[in-house]
């Protein structure tokens, strides 16, 4: 039974009226009046604080002090998964009754309204704000901030590189605003900012206990084409690629993986710039030390090649172990040649131990050693007198440089290719690549090189020659070549003789021309300096003189006497020393 005990009736009630139905003493305008006036007045699309009075997966109950509550879809407040019942939030009015009597709110409206100055504000006092990661884009993630779509670029979501961006999606995190572009309303959040407050104390206390020298362990944040980062609880510190290994690496991913926990040593760190310098090969003995004792000059050793440059290739022969074979010690031969002619990168070579200096850890090799030096019986298998196939190498304006075998040079000089052709260039002759049997005449071990020749294949035709061209005999000739001094006259026994141009003349007067086939008499013949001195206008001037006999030698001596002179005019001074003595016997014989 109900205790009424407590319950006072209301003084000025009137029971009389109540029970007889009449009019109540206050009028129902006076009710909705008063009822009114405990609501609060809210007008439409207006923004206002409500209290959360409900919350579900669907749907959030906003009470505003309204005749009726409103329903906020749960989605508006994916951006705050902490919201519960008794929340104050911002509310957007649409609408103050649809259809079915329903308040319409909208929190995303009010946050927008709102928005622009709380963006601005949480960027001007640096103030950390919670936002909800929607979905990826390209370079990093949108983020809904203060019903805002902000952008977080990859880089800024952690301290760490970030390899799947996708489990971030749907996530509600907090953000530092870190830029803001009013024309374009353009939003740049950070989390990684928020992060490296956090560890930046912890760097000044790790930097703080640093010391050369000291081993910690890390773990591979990031690999590089030049080295390693190492995440040392905080701080980073980088291992450079040469710092890896003792041996050479190409690529650093050879040595460690990412997420890789490893134990490094520090080298070097500079507080101010907050570099610090890691080594992992530091850990392990350098393999120089640990080389065979009993390695030495004159041995023999198997390795790899690992890298090629034009002057050598550096070859190992352990792990860290690097001996370099010079480019002049891959071959006898002393023609100029890159290295990469003979080996490349990868290659198994064998090779010979030239120097060896352990205290500089420097090794130098070569492989030509692996061979007999040519040179060693150069007179047993090269001896004077002895024919060959040579190789043309290359030209010079005094003669041709050739090659026997690998490492055995030779030169052929401009003088020693003909007996009889006048060469002024060796590639008038021959080609650079082209064989060209030649004659060993002389041997100089010293500066290892031989002298050859190549007309020494053949007699020397002047000695037949000397036994043709007497001088007074007459020979058909054709004038092949005319210069101011005379013409060179091609001899149809072989060979070729000089006329100058006072003995060019023929009967009739007129000068010969070149083409032309005509009889030529020897007025000196010099087998020393291959010289055959002619005259056409001889042929028929002597025929004339000869019934006049003492006149004819008188004119003979004159006119043997100018031709020397004229020959004398083209000749060399080897040539003039020759009719010099040429003309003395004449004039002791008249």
């Given at each position: 039974?109900?205790?009424?005990?407590?319950?006072?009736?209301?003084?000025?009630?009137?029971?009389?009226?109540?029970?007889n139905?009449?009019?109540?003493?206050?009028?129902?305008?006076?009710?909705?009046?008063?009822?009114?006036?405990?609501?609060?007045?809210?007008?439409?699309?207006?923004?206002?604080?409500?209290?959360?009075?409900?919350?579900?997966?669907?749907?959030?109950?906003?009470?505003?002090?309204?005749?009726s509550?409103?329903?906020?879809?749960?989605?508006?407040?994916?951006?705050?998964?902490?919201?519960?019942?008794?929340?104050?939030?911002?509310?957007?009015?649409?609408?103050?009754?649809?259809?079915?009597?329903?308040?319409?709110?909208?929190?995303?409206?009010?946050?927008?309204?709102?928005?622009?100055?709380?963006?601005?504000?949480?960027?001007?006092?640096?103030?950390?704000?919670q936002?909800?990661?929607k979905c990826?884009?390209?370079?990093?993630?949108?983020?809904?901030?203060?019903?805002?779509?902000?952008?977080?670029?990859?880089?800024?979501?952690?301290?760490?590189?970030?390899?799947?961006?996708?489990?971030?999606?749907?996530?509600?995190?907090?953000?530092?605003?870190?830029?803001?572009?009013?024309?374009?309303?353009?939003?740049?959040?950070?989390?990684?900012?928020?992060i490296?407050?956090?560890?930046e104390?912890?760097r000044?206390?790790?930097?703080?206990?640093?010391?050369?020298?000291?081993?910690?362990?890390?773990?591979?944040?990031?690999?590089?084409?030049?080295?390693?980062?190492?995440?040392?609880?905080?701080?980073?510190?980088?291992?450079?690629?040469?710092?890896?290994?003792?041996?050479?690496?190409?690529?650093?991913?050879?040595?460690?993986?990412?997420?890789?926990?490893i134990?490094?040593?520090?080298?070097?760190?500079?507080?101010?710039?907050?570099?610090?310098?890691?080594?992992?090969?530091?850990?392990?003995?350098?393999?120089?030390?640990?080389?065979?004792?009993?390695?030495?000059?004159?041995?023999?050793?198997?390795?790899?090649?690992?890298?090629?440059?034009?002057?050598?290739?550096?070859?190992?022969?352990?792990?860290?172990?690097?001996?370099?074979?010079?480019?002049?010690?891959?071959?006898?031969?002393?023609?100029?040649?890159?290295?990469?002619?003979?080996?490349?990168?990868?290659?198994?070579?064998?090779?010979?131990?030239?120097?060896?200096?352990?205290?500089?850890?420097?090794?130098?090799?070569?492989?030509?050693?692996?061979?007999?030096?040519?040179?060693?019986?150069?007179?047993?298998?090269?001896?004077?007198?002895?024919k060959?196939?040579?190789?043309?190498?290359?030209?010079?304006?005094?003669?041709?440089?050739?090659?026997?075998?690998?490492?055995?040079?030779?030169?052929?000089?401009?003088?020693?290719?003909?007996?009889?052709?006048?060469?002024?260039?060796?590639?008038?002759?021959?080609?650079?690549?082209?064989?060209?049997?030649?004659v060993?005449?002389?041997?100089?071990?010293?500066?290892?090189?031989?002298?050859?020749?190549?007309?020494?294949?053949?007699?020397?035709?002047?000695?037949?020659?000397?036994?043709?061209?007497?001088?007074?005999?007459?020979?058909?000739?054709?004038?092949?070549?005319?210069?101011d001094?005379?013409?060179?006259?091609?001899?149809?026994?072989?060979?070729?003789?000089?006329?100058t141009?006072?003995?060019?003349?023929?009967?009739?007067?007129?000068?010969?021309?070149?083409?032309?086939?005509?009889?030529?008499?020897?007025?000196?013949?010099?087998?020393?300096?291959?010289?055959?001195?002619?005259?056409?206008?001889?042929?028929?001037?002597?025929?004339?003189?000869?019934?006049?006999?003492?006149?004819?030698?008188?004119?003979?001596?004159?006119?043997?006497?100018?031709?020397?002179?004229?020959?004398?005019?083209?000749?060399?001074?080897?040539?003039?020393?020759?009719?010099?003595?040429?003309?003395?016997?004449?004039?002791?014989?008249?």
């Open positions: 039974m109900a205790d009424f005990k407590n319950v006072q009736p209301l003084a000025d009630f009137n029971w009389d009226e109540f029970e139905g009449s009019k109540a003493a206050v009028s129902a305008e006076e009710l909705q009046k008063a009822y009114d006036e405990t609501l609060n007045k809210v007008s439409e699309h207006q923004v206002v604080d409500g209290t959360v009075i409900s919350v579900d997966k669907k749907e959030v109950i906003v009470n505003i002090g309204y005749k509550d409103g329903i906020i879809p749960a989605s508006e407040f994916r951006y705050n998964p902490d919201l519960k019942v008794g929340d104050v939030v911002e509310v957007y009015v649409e609408n103050q009754e649809d259809k079915k009597g329903q308040l319409l709110l909208s929190h995303k409206k009010a946050r927008l309204s709102k928005s622009w100055e709380r963006v601005n504000a949480a960027l001007e006092n640096e103030e950390v704000i936002g909800y990661i990826r884009t390209k370079g990093g993630m949108i983020v809904d901030v203060f019903g805002i779509e902000a952008f977080l670029p990859g880089s800024q979501i952690d301290v760490h590189p970030i390899r799947d961006y996708d489990v971030f999606v749907g996530k509600t995190m907090e953000f530092k605003v870190v830029k803001i572009n009013q024309e374009f309303r353009n939003v740049v959040v950070s989390h990684k900012a928020l490296e407050q956090e560890l104390q912890q000044k206390e790790i930097i703080g206990k640093l010391e050369k020298g000291q081993i910690l362990e890390g773990t591979v944040k990031n690999i590089t084409t030049y080295g390693v980062f190492v995440d040392l609880g905080g701080v980073d510190g980088l291992i450079h690629i040469t710092d890896l290994s003792w041996g050479r690496v190409s690529d650093p991913h050879e040595v460690v993986s990412l997420d890789q926990k134990n490094v040593v520090i080298l070097d760190f500079d507080e101010e710039k907050k570099r610090i310098a890691l080594g992992l090969k530091q850990l392990t003995p350098h393999p120089w030390d640990a080389l065979d004792e009993n390695l030495k000059v004159g041995d023999h050793v198997k390795g790899k090649v690992v890298v090629m440059a034009d002057y050598g290739a550096f070859v190992e022969i352990a792990p860290g172990v690097e001996g370099l074979i010079h480019v002049s010690e891959m071959s006898w031969s002393q023609h100029l040649r890159s290295a990469q002619d003979f080996m490349k990168v990868g290659d198994e070579v064998e090779a010979v131990i030239l120097t060896l200096d352990r205290a500089e850890r420097k090794m130098s090799l070569g492989i030509k050693q692996l061979k007999e030096d040519p040179w060693e019986a150069i007179e047993t298998k090269y001896p004077v007198g002895s060959h196939t040579a190789k043309v190498r290359n030209f010079t304006n005094f003669g041709i440089f050739v090659e026997l075998e690998e490492g055995v040079d030779g030169l052929i000089h401009i003088s020693d290719l003909s007996w009889t052709k006048k060469v002024k260039h060796p590639s008038e002759f021959t080609q650079v690549g082209a064989d060209i049997d030649v060993v005449l002389e041997i100089d071990k010293d500066n290892r090189r031989l002298s050859l020749g190549h007309k020494q294949l053949e007699e020397n035709p002047w000695d037949t020659y000397e036994t043709i061209y007497t001088p007074g005999s007459v020979h058909t000739g054709k004038i092949t070549e005319m210069m001094k005379g013409a060179v006259i091609t001899l149809n026994e072989g060979g070729e003789g000089f006329a141009p006072k003995h060019l003349v023929k009967e009739d007067g007129s000068q010969a021309q070149l083409g032309e086939e005509l009889e030529f008499k020897v007025i000196e013949f010099v087998k020393e300096t291959k010289r055959i001195i002619l005259s056409h206008s001889r042929t028929f001037e002597d025929a004339k003189e000869e019934p006049k006999k003492a006149p004819r030698k008188k004119a003979a001596k004159k006119d043997e006497t100018a031709a020397i002179n004229n020959v004398a005019a083209s000749t060399t001074l080897g040539d003039l020393d020759a009719l010099a003595a040429l003309k003395a016997k004449m004039e002791k014989g008249e």
